[in-house]
């Protein structure tokens, strides 16, 4: 369905999208975490063609505040998708998510521009949950980076010839995330570069078995996370491109807490029972580790990406407010 680009006019939104982190250990390329840590992003239309971009918070200095920005290509994207021309934007990015260091930042942006495009086409073009997952999906290549991203709490996402696919699932009360992020960053491209095409079959097996366990203990076990995080098929590949993360992991398990690496890394994810064994956690890196690692104590977010229209001087304009993804 397309329109004129003047429909838009006097139109702004605000998006809010959580972190996330992707494997979870044994879960490569499949599963997902929303983690309560956010970027914020205010989109208002302009009568002038282009796009500018204000970054306050994390990149702010170092990421493009022009139509090269990830999260302005992100709206072009899906203005695109859906054949209606792009208007002039002005954009306000409040980030809070670490660049480069697992957690989804990159996600979080292609997210953003998607859900800020859904908010301004409101009336206009409607965008269900399968094609905002496809076209984020589109730019990121991997549905599981996106998929917590836009719906929350922990997702299983698939690939299928008609695209990709996701299945969100509550996670239970007693999982209390940690996130340990240290200062140094690293290249999710390089980290993927160190992964081989195949693996041992025992090696799949393992790691079949340990993804089934993971889903369980999330969603209704939380005591069996220690055993469910075990992983055979990416990060000991990873290691040598990781060397205090993958020290910090070893040394987190051995004293019993369920740490991986949180996505491409070098951040380690531990997913505690409960919230002292969190602060626990906290004290042995504290003791342990060689550099500084920032600990994020965060909750799991439920509610994903969502949009809500600000106030102009048209009665129809935006979207409803707080609208989610889905």
């Not at 997210?111 to 009336?123: F, P, R």
């Not at 209704?220 to 220690?226: D, F």
């Not at 600000?310 to 935006?318: F, M, P, S």
């Amino acid at each position: 369905m397309t329109s004129s680009a003047g429909d838009l006019r006097g139109r702004a939104v605000t998006v809010k999208v959580p972190a996330t982190s992707a494997n979870l250990g044994p879960g490569f390329d499949t599963l997902g975490l929303a983690l309560a840590l956010y970027d914020e992003l205010q989109v208002t239309v302009r009568d002038e063609p282009g796009a500018t971009v204000d970054v306050i918070g994390v990149g702010a200095g170092e990421v493009p505040t022009d139509e090269s920005n990830l999260v302005v290509r992100a709206i072009a994207h899906t203005f695109q998708a859906v054949g209606h021309p792009m208007p002039g934007l002005d954009l306000v990015a409040r980030n809070n998510i670490p660049h480069g260091r697992g957690m989804g930042s990159s996600g979080a942006a292609i997210v953003s521009g998607i859900m800020a495009a859904k908010g301004l086409l409101d009336g206009i073009v409607d965008i269900d949950a399968q094609g905002l997952l496809a076209l984020a999906n589109d730019m990121e290549g991997h549905p599981d980076n996106v998929a917590p991203a836009l719906f929350g709490g922990l997702t299983i996402a698939w690939v299928t010839p008609e695209g990709p696919r996701f299945k969100k699932l509550i996670v239970h009360r007693g999982v209390s995330p940690l996130v340990f992020v240290p200062e140094h960053v690293m290249s999710t491209a390089l980290a993927r570069s160190l992964q081989p095409q195949s693996v041992p079959h025992e090696d799949a097996v393992f790691n079949v078995s340990r993804s089934a366990l993971l889903v369980a203990a999330l969603i209704q076990s939380p005591e069996l996370l220690h055993a469910a995080t075990e992983d055979k098929l990416h990060q000991s590949y990873r290691a040598s491109a990781m060397p205090e993360t993958d020290r910090l992991i070893t040394l987190l398990r051995e004293n019993g807490f369920a740490a991986v690496v949180s996505g491409a890394g070098p951040s380690i994810l531990v997913l505690c029972s409960d919230p002292s064994q969190r602060l626990a956690a906290a004290e042995l890196v504290a003791q342990k580790a060689e550099t500084r690692w920032q600990p994020l104590m965060l909750a799991v977010d439920f509610k994903g990406a969502t949009v809500a229209a600000l106030a102009t001087d048209r009665a129809d304009a935006g979207v409803s407010s707080d609208t989610p993804a889905a």
